[in-house]
């Protein structure tokens, strides 16, 4: 490996943000989270030669930081036990209201894509199951399986551009309802355990990857509007040295070095799905605060609880938040 030339294109881009000299004594080890959308396993083969070179060319020890579910990495960053982490979007706007956290660069697809899409699956062969319509039939007869409650694509958007749109309630409309990150979903379908399951297209094509044969039993009868990649967030107070360093080898890798360096990177980052990073900012969270509170007001005109008056009251509420957010949108690029 030619490590003059990645020092050099790293001291580079480095020197372009600035450096205080020392670095922070207080800051040897960096905790980075990684959302469970598949196994740990799964997850560690395609993530430890990404954060090994991580390590290499921070300065940093990089430790894989894992959990069971999206809000173990969330509460993680409240904590200060994670210092990055690569979410979705909409575990990474709970990581930005809840934990202190800020969105510093976003992914890009591998294929060229502006975001991916939320999806609805079934069997291949399920002759019954071919559209939207043949799910919201809600005669309490289909298993469906729903992601984890701070997925974006598992969660978030089907329960906006779906459910709320349709003012259906899962749990009224299915047999059964599970949670489960999107590698069981697509499992639990492609093995007939659940008639019809939330994922995304990323996931998919990752299935293809490490199921294929599994991947084979399902189709798609849904899918939703452009999903923003997902960001990758680091904690605000995390100081600004070891931000210096992140951001240098964010933004350089698979760009910066030999062409073997960089070739190496790609190969890295292909596993991933990805491409090279591009800057970002909590900006980035405008559209799927739109989709939240667009879930929110569904929720309230279907409320049975709550009169007229406490309906309109809330509903401008909502409104009013959602005319800012709109506001800022025509200002301020979302990347």
Known sequence: ?????KGIAAAALLAAFGTSGAFAQDQKELNFGI?????????KTVWDPFLENMSEQTGLKVNAFFASDYAGVIEGMRFGKVDVAWYGNKSAMEAVDRANGE???QTVDVEGNPGYWSVLITQADNDKINSLDDV???DKSLDFGIGDPNSTSGFLVPTTFIFAKNSVTPQDCFKTVRNANHEANAMATANGQVDVAANNTENLRRLEVTAPEARKKIKVIWQSPLIPSDPLVWRKDLDEETKRRV???IMSYGRLGSPEEVAGAREVLEGLGWAPFKPSSDAQLYPIRIMEITKQEAKIEAADTMSDDEKKSELEKLDSEKAEIEKLMDKVPQA
């Open 1 to 5: 490996m030619n490590r003059l030339t």
């Open 35 to 43: 959302i469970s959308t598949e196994s740990s396993q799964n997850l």
């Open 103 to 105: 969105i510093f660069a």
């Open 247 to 249: 951001y240098t080898f």
């Open 136 to 138: 919201l039939k809600c």
